[in-house]
Structures are given as C-alpha cells and as structure tokens.
C-alpha cells in the first residue's frame, strides 16, 4: 500500500528547511519543524513569514490561505515532537557527523516504519542510513534553493533502500508539484556534481583576477542566457554550504577541479557566507536580503581615452562577420566587407540586407532605418579598401595560418592607430598581434553568435595590448548596445572555459551510466533553471567545434579533468555532430 506520508517532520530550518516546509504546508500537510535551539525557530519562523507574505503581495495566496499554512506548521526545538511523523526530511548543515547523528536520534524516536529523508546536497545517503537501524527507509529527497518555486527534486536511492520507499517518495514528490528524477547515490548527486564544478571554477577566475565579479556573472548570464551568474548563485548558496560540497566532492573524484578553491574556505573563516550572512562576493544591506549595495568606496580610476571609431572594416562572409557587420550599420558605422572575391562579399553584404529585411517584416526596425543602414555597407575585395577604417574586426575561418595572414596583411594597409581586432573563440589574441609590427593596437573582440541578438562581447585584453585600445573597444561594445566583459588572454576566455568543461562532465556522467541524457538535461534545466540542457545544448554547438573548443582548454591547462570525454571523441569520429548532421547526442529528424 502506498504511504501518504500526512504528517512530515522537517529537522533544521535554515535556507533549505523553511523553503521545505512551506511547501508540504501549502500542499495540505501536517508539518512538526524543529531546529536546535530558539534563535534557530525564530529564524525559521521569519524565513516562513517573511516567504509567505511575499506570495500574499504579489497575489499567489490569499491572506487566510496563508494564515492556514502557518498554522499546519508546528516549529519546536525537541526532535521528540517527530515521533508521529511518517516521514522526516532533514536539512541541518551538511556535515555527515551532524546529519548522521540527527538520524541515529531520531531512530529512536519515530516509528519503525517512519521513512528518513536527507536534503543533503553531497554527502552519502548510504553513509548516513548505515548509521540508523532502518537503512532500507533512508533516502535522499534533495530540493533546490529556493524550494517553493524550483521543480526539480533529486530523489536518491542507495542499494539498500526498499524499492517501495523510493516509488512512495517518487509520489510523493509529484503530490508536491516537483518533477523528480532518480538516482544512485554518488557525490553530488546530477545537478551539483555539474555544477559545483563550474562555479569552483568561476571562483579560481575571479580568485587569480582573470574578470571581475560583475564581468564573471554577466558574461555567464548575457552569454548563455543563465539566470544568475556563478558568483551571485554561490552567494544565494551559502559559500559554506558549498565548500562542503565540493570537499564531498573533491574526496570521492580526487579531480583537482573540485578542490574547493582556497578563496572560498578564508571567505567562510572569516564569515562571508553569502546571502545569509549579509555578505558574500557581493555585499547585501542586510543578511538574508537580496540587494546588493556598493561595498567599499570605489577607487576611482582615470580610464585611458578611447580612439575615435567611425569607419568600421569586417574580414570574413560567414555567419559572425554578416552579424557583426550588420550590427555595426544599423547603430550608424560605415562599414567595409572584405571579403576574397567580389561574388563573395555582395553575397555578403546581400545577407546582412537580408538580415535587416526580416526585422523589417517583425516590426522591429523601420524600412527606411533598414535602407540607410544597407546604404553603408560597401562590399571589397582589396585589404587596402580598409586602409581609412579606424576599427577592423577579423571573422574569418578559426585557423592560426588564415587568422595571422589577415593580420599581416592589415598591418601592410591599415593606417596608424587603427585598432585591429579578432572574433576569435579558441585561439591566442597575441598570435594576431605578433603578426603585426603594432601589437598594441591588437585585442580580442569576442562576440556571440547571432551577434544581432547576443548581448555580451568579451574583450581580450593580451600582455601587449595598449590600454586605449582596451578603452576603445569597450565604448564601441556599449555603443552597440552591447555588455562588453574584459579578461585577459586564455583559453575559452571566460564563457567557453566556464561552459565547456560543465559539458564534459555531463557527457562523462553520461558515459559512466549515472543519468540518462533526459535525466541530466531535465535535472539542468529545471533544477538549475538553465535554458537548456547539456546534451540539448551540444548537439545545437556541434560535437566537433565542441570536441574543439574542449581540446583547446585541455592543451591551455593540462588538466586531467579538463581532457575530452572519449565518448564525445567517438560521437565526432562517427560523424554525429549533432543538428547539423541530424545526430548527436539524440536523433534529430
Ligand atoms: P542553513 O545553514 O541555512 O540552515 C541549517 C539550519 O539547521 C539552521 O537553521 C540551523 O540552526 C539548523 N541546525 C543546525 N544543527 C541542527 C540540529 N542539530 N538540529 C536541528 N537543526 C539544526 O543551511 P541550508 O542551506 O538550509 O542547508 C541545509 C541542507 O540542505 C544542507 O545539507 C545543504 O547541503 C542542503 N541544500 C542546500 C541548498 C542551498 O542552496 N543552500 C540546496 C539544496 C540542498
């Protein structure tokens, strides 16, 4: 018989244990909430409040119904209050000491039959229903922050739990509006073994002054469409909660990348837990407050004086130089299309009036705007036709030898003080400056593809770029209307370096038979609230420009973690790329 689990014990009432809590009691439950000690239920108490008057404001409660579910919750700190309880959760802070010994008590306690749940995020479910005398009824029930609106709940089963425990939380989770996946019971579970390893990641680049805060965060929210960007996420986490994670981790992979990176453990010393404590990466103006206000006065810093950019050069015909061209025509720039033969670049400059022509058609640029922008747009096959440019942007094909001989060729034509710059992804910017007799007018313009859509334009900056150059660059990127990040010279630069090595993970889980594709692309998008999935978003990228782009990382940074999954390498050998080819990681018809 099904276990209808009405009345539920929830023990630690912090970030998570609240967010549990309201939602069992939107959702009928008798809820016995204990935390360890008053200040701890007063806390709990204020997060429930504090949640529930937020739903009643914007109108997705009304006042009695909100009065109801805080009176079904019963908030005590004695763990003998569960002993009716058919089902415990148990979200205190994750040490397995701590989290084991909760269970041992409250073996003693509740019934025999009573199912245990951890919320841990990482730590072995085995090792802690071990530790009790019913290992069969200990699962991992792991919700995502914040509980009442993320669907996602990873329900983790270990060997030894009865397979009727596992179908009777399944339901129950669904009864509670989630979508839960099932899993073995491995470090991190789907969503935070993929993810902790980025964000680690995230904090090692701003830890070695590679970006800044706000450039990091932007770059994964205007590049990839993330809701939030990694260091802001790690602030909502709790930067102690996730330095236990990733130990967890790091103890069960021995993969450097999950070594808790040393900024986070002296940030958690020192009491900078995020969000809950009022200050992380970001200051708030207050703990548990979302705003974020200026934290130190900031130095101000003379910029170095941009050039003058009005005449623009676009080398290249494929899809990032029409994009790039047609962005820089529609905000006002004259703009020359170079290209290797005249058939080539009128078949160019006619894709960028093609381009315009369909805004035209959604209403989102006048015809006459459309006109005067196709109007500046001069197709040319001769480099010394960009001699007056002040700005050239190189997009040709991704090849060292074809990049550089760009490079030598502008050098021979552009005038002095030009500013020369490359769309490359994968390759060093200084390769292109060294081919030149003018490396500081050399720098990386990183845009994103479809250029006319993508907001953010990372700027790279190489050990010999001059700094009004870098000025340069920036106000042309803001005068497109764009959010230009700056980072220096590396593979990956910040997006791809971030996003990648997350992909290959997923594709080595994958490997190792732990989720399914669905289940981790499900576990991603809705646990983490990512516009797609891993696999959705490999087999859009491409295998190979993905294998690529992975290769090139692992070369820059030699680390084993970082070297392709051998799947994606046999994908590509097979000649599943992905839409392109029709399949990838999935059939696409
Ligand atoms: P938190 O620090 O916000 O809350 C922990 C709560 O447990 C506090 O209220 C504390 O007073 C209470 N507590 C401590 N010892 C206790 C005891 N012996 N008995 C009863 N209560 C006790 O932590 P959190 O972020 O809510 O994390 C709780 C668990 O949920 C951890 O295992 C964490 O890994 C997991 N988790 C966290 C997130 C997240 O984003 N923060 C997401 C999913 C899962």
Do not use: W
């Not at 997705?60 to 005590?76: N, Y």
């Not at 935070?192 to 994964?220: C, I, K, Q, T």
């Not at 994103?448 to 042309?476: H, K, S, Y």
């Amino acid at each position: 018989m099904t276990r209808r689990f009405s009345t539920v014990g929830v023990v630690g009432l912090g970030t998570m244990g609240a967010g549990i809590a309201e939602v069992l009691a939107r959702t009928g439950r008798t809820v016995v909430a204990v935390d360890v000690d008053e200040a701890g239920v007063t806390r709990g108490r204020g997060h429930l409040e504090h949640s529930t008057g937020r739903a009643v404001a914007r109108g997705k409660l009304t006042a009695e119904a909100r009065a109801a579910l805080l009176a079904r919750i019963t908030c005590t700190t004695s763990l003998t209050a569960l002993s009716d309880a058919d089902l415990v959760v148990e979200a205190v802070p994750e040490r397995v000491g701590l989290k084991a010994g909760v269970f041992a008590e409250l073996d003693r306690i509740c019934r025999p039959d009573t199912v245990f749940a951890s919320n841990t995020s990482a730590l072995s479910i085995t090792e802690i229903g071990v530790r009790t005398g019913r290992p069969g009824k200990v699962v991992g029930l792991h919700f995502f922050n914040p509980t009442p609106v993320l669907k996602l709940v990873e329900v983790v089963r270990t060997v030894v739990t009865e397979p009727d425990v596992v179908d009777d939380v399944v339901a129950f989770a669904e009864s509670l509006g989630k979508t839960p996946v099932v899993i073995g019971d491995r470090a991190g579970f789907i969503a935070n073994a993929l993810l902790f390893g980025y964000l680690n990641h995230a904090v090692r680049m701003y830890e070695s002054r590679y970006a800044s805060r706000e450039d990091l965060d932007a770059a994964m929210r205007y590049g990839c469409g993330y809701p939030m960007g990694p260091l802001a996420l790690l602030d909502l986490i709790g930067l102690d909660t996730a330095h236990e994670i990733l130990g967890t981790m790091y103890r069960q992979s021995r993969d450097r990348l999950h070594a808790p990176a040393p900024l986070l453990k002296q940030m958690v010393t020192a009491g900078l837990l995020g969000r809950k404590s009022g200050r992380g990466f970001y200051t708030y103006d207050g703990p548990d407050s979302p705003t974020v206000v200026p934290d130190a006065p900031v130095a101000v810093v003379e910029p170095a004086s941009a050039r003058e950019v009005r005449r623009v050069g676009v080398v290249g015909t494929g899809t990032m130089a029409t994009g790039i061209a047609e962005v820089f025509a529609k905000r006002g720039y004259d703009v020359v299309v170079r290209a290797r033969s005249l058939d080539k670049a009128e078949a160019a400059v006619g894709r960028v009036g093609a381009s315009l022509d369909r805004a035209v058609v959604k209403g989102r640029l006048a015809a006459a705007d459309r006109d005067a922008a196709l109007a500046r747009v001069t197709p040319a096959v001769e480099f010394a036709d960009l001699a007056s440019c002040d700005l050239v942007v190189e997009a040709v094909a991704e090849e060292l030898a074809v990049k550089t001989a760009v490079f030598q060729a502008l050098d021979e034509v552009c005038r002095p003080g030009a500013v020369l710059a490359t769309t490359t992804s994968s390759l060093p910017v200084v390769e292109c400056a060294a081919a030149t007799s003018r490396p500081g007018d050399v720098v990386g313009l990183h845009f994103f593809n479809p250029a006319p859509v993508m907001e953010l334009v990372e700027v790279v900056e190489t050990i010999t770029t001059a700094p009004d150059v870098v000025a340069t660059a920036r106000r042309v990127c803001l005068d497109l209307g764009k959010r230009p990040v700056h980072c220096r010279d590396r593979a990956g630069f910040i997006v791809n370096a971030l996003l990648f090595p997350y992909l290959n993970d997923a594709v080595k889980m994958l490997e190792a038979h732990y989720a399914t594709a669905d289940d981790i692309d499900h576990a991603m998008k809705v646990g983490c609230s990512l516009p797609m999935g891993p696999f959705e978003l490999l087999d859009v990228v491409g295998l190979d420009v993905s294998l690529a782009i992975e290769r090139a990382l692992y070369l820059e940074f030699r680390e084993a973690g970082l070297a392709p999954a051998p799947l994606l390498e046999h994908l590509v050998t097979a000649g599943r790329l992905g839409r392109k080819t029709g399949k990838g990681f999935r059939d696409h018809t």
